[in-house]
């Protein structure tokens, strides 16, 4: 089953912060994060596979409550580079395997 | 570069024909991952092929299939297309069929006329 990402879309000015919430209705194994530009493949940002885990990439980072099964995306001083739509994808627990990803947050940087 | 190579780039055809994509993934990637992009829509799960196995299914028409060969390269077959399949097709590959990053390819854009 998909996950659900909100919000749908946000635009930001230069230096601003941006969260990204992704949340889902199954146990999960582990959590993708990707940014896509438009006429481009998906680019990796970060995976996370603990419950309550956090990861950064330098000012991009995210978070994973397992009980919640919940993931959030962080965007801090945020540059133009960053515009783009962010991907989350889904792995549940159990014997399942597929990858789902959620209809993306569009997030355009201003200057 | 992702490392995993995706050939046609584009591919246009006609209604009611076939069409095979390629997916080559990273070196030392063992499973493979399509996914279906309309315009400006989400990235739709077709399967996951792990070391040559059926590993997942999602929403793969019946007219769709696929296959990994014991190189680990795989090819997506759609057959009686319709304008609605007209779309990005992307392959993802991975090293373990789960909790490891996926690496997408650049995707081969089918137009259907």
């Known amino acids: 089953q998909q996950p659900v990402q909100s919000p749908q879309a946000v635009i930001l000015r230069e230096g601003e912060d941006a969260v990204i919430n992704c949340s889902s209705s199954?146990?999960?194994?582990?959590v993708h994060w990707y940014r896509q530009k438009h006429g481009e493949a998906p680019v990796f940002l970060m995976i996370?596979?603990?419950?309550?885990e956090q990861k950064g990439h330098e000012k991009i980072s995210a978070s994973f409550n397992e009980k919640k099964q919940q993931s959030s995306l962080y965007l801090t001083a945020s540059q133009l580079s960053y515009s783009g739509t962010y991907f989350c994808?889904?792995?549940?627990?159990?014997?399942?395997?597929?990858?789902?990803f959620g209809s993306g947050t569009q997030l355009t940087v201003l200057p | 570069d992702s490392g995993v190579t995706q050939t046609p780039k584009h591919l246009i055809t006609a209604t009611g024909q076939r069409v095979t994509l390629r997916c080559s993934p990273r070196?030392?990637?063992?499973?493979v991952y399509w996914y279906q992009q309309s315009l400006d829509q989400g990235l739709q799960f077709l399967i996951q092929?792990?070391?040559?196995?059926?590993?997942a299914k999602g929403n793969i028409l019946e007219r769709f299939s696929a296959q990994q060969f014991p190189d680990l390269h795989s090819e997506l077959n759609l057959s009686s297309l319709e304008l609605g399949d007209s779309a990005l097709y992307f392959c993802?590959?991975?090293?373990?069929?789960?909790?490891?990053?996926?690496?997408f390819g650049q995707g081969t854009r089918l137009t259907v006329v």
């Open positions: 993802a590959s991975s090293v373990e069929d789960r909790g490891t990053e996926a690496f």
């Open positions: 199954k146990a999960l194994y582990s």
């Open positions: 996370l596979l603990k419950g309550g």
């Open positions: 994808g889904t792995a549940p627990s159990g014997s399942a395997r597929q990858l789902t």
């Open positions: 070196s030392g990637d063992l499973s």
């Open positions: 092929y792990y070391n040559g196995e059926e590993r």
